[in-house]
C-alpha cells in the first residue's frame, strides 16, 4: 500500500508506542541517533506533570479535575534541544527527578485525565511539524500523530520488562523475587494505560508489532532503522 506523500521537510514521523518498560524510550533515542531525528519522549511530559502536582502538593484524587489554568499554573514546560527535548518545571531540569518510584506509582492516573491528555496535545504536535521525529508513548499512532509513516508496538514478557527496568535503575542483578514485583508494578500500570476511556495504550491497526524479548538492544533498533528507511523512500 503508498502512502500519501506529506510535506515533512526534516523527514517521516515514526511512533513507537507500547506497555511500560518494552524499550520504546531507549529504541527511540538510539534511531533518532541513526537517522539523524529528533526524539519526543511523550511519557516525560506525564511524568513532569505529575513530579510538578506531587510537588504542588495537590492530592492525587483531585487530578481528575485539573482546569487548564491550574495546568499552566504548574509552569511544565519541554523545550527541544540538541536530538530531544528538556523538561523543566519552574524553570529546573527535572529530567532525572521525573523517573523515580514515586513519580512512576503516580504517573499513569495523571495520563488518565481527558483535560490533561487535551492540554498536552498541542505541545505533542507541534514537536512533529517538520518531521524528522521519533516520537513514543502509549496513543502516539493511534491519536496524536494518526498519519505517522512508520508506526512500531513493541511487547515483550513482563518478567524481561521487569528486568530491564530494574538493570535500568542500578539494580546489577535483580533476584527473582525483585523481578516479579516489579513485573506486577509494570502489569498494574499497563492495566489503567489500557483500560482508560481516553487514548489508551492500545496497537494502531497498521502498527507493526516487534517482540523485543528475545532481541538483543542492536537489533531491535536495526529493526526500526530499516523499517523506516523503507517508508522514508531509502
Ligand atoms: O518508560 P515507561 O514505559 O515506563 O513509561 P513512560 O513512557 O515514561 O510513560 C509513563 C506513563 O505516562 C505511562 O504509564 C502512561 O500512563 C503515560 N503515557 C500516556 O498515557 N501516553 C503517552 N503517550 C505516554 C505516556
Redesign the pocket.
Known amino acids: 500500500m503508498t502512502q500519501p506523500k506529506l510535506n515533512r521537510p526534516d523527514g517521516i514521523i515514526i511512533a513507537l508506542d507500547g506497555p511500560?518498560?518494552s524499550g520504546?524510550?531507549s529504541t527511540a533515542r538510539a534511531v533518532a541517533e541513526r537517522l539523524g531525528y529528533r526524539h519526543l519522549?511523550?511519557?516525560?511530559f506525564?511524568?513532569a506533570l505529575t513530579w510538578a502536582a506531587l510537588r504542588a502538593n495537590i492530592p492525587a484524587d483531585e487530578w481528575t479535575a485539573l482546569t487548564p489554568e491550574q495546568l499552566d499554573a504548574l509552569d511544565v514546560h519541554g523545550a527541544p534541544e540538541g536530538r530531544s527535548y528538556t523538561l523543566t518545571v519552574s524553570g529546573w531540569d527535572v529530567s532525572d527527578a521525573i523517573r523515580t518510584p514515586e513519580v512512576n506509582a503516580h504517573?499513569?492516573r495523571m495520563?488518565a485525565v481527558p483535560a490533561v491528555r487535551e492540554w498536552l496535545m498541542d505541545a505533542l504536535r507541534e514537536a512533529g511539524a517538520r518531521g524528522g521525529l521519533v516520537a513514543?508513548?502509549?496513543?502516539?499512532g493511534t491519536v496524536v500523530f494518526p498519519d505517522a509513516e512508520l508506526k512500531a508496538y513493541l511487547v515483550a514478557a513482563p518478567e524481561e520488562r521487569a528486568r530491564r527496568r530494574l538493570r535500568e535503575q542500578g539494580c546489577g542483578d535483580p533476584s527473582a523475587e525483585n523481578v516479579r514485583a516489579e513485573a506486577r508494578r509494570l502489569l498494574g500500570?499497563d492495566e489503567?494505560?489500557a483500560g482508560r476511556p481516553v487514548?489508551p495504550l492500545a496497537e494502531a491497526a497498521d502498527a507493526v508489532r516487534i517482540d523485543t524479548t528475545a532481541l538483543s538492544f542492536e537489533a531491535q533498533v536495526e529493526a526500526v532503522v530499516r523499517l523506516a528507511r523503507e517508508r522514508a523512500g531509502g
Open positions: 511500560a518498560g520504546k524510550s519522549d511523550s511519557g516525560a506525564y511524568r504517573v499513569s495520563a513514543d508513548g502509549r496513543d502516539i500500570r489503567i494505560d487514548a
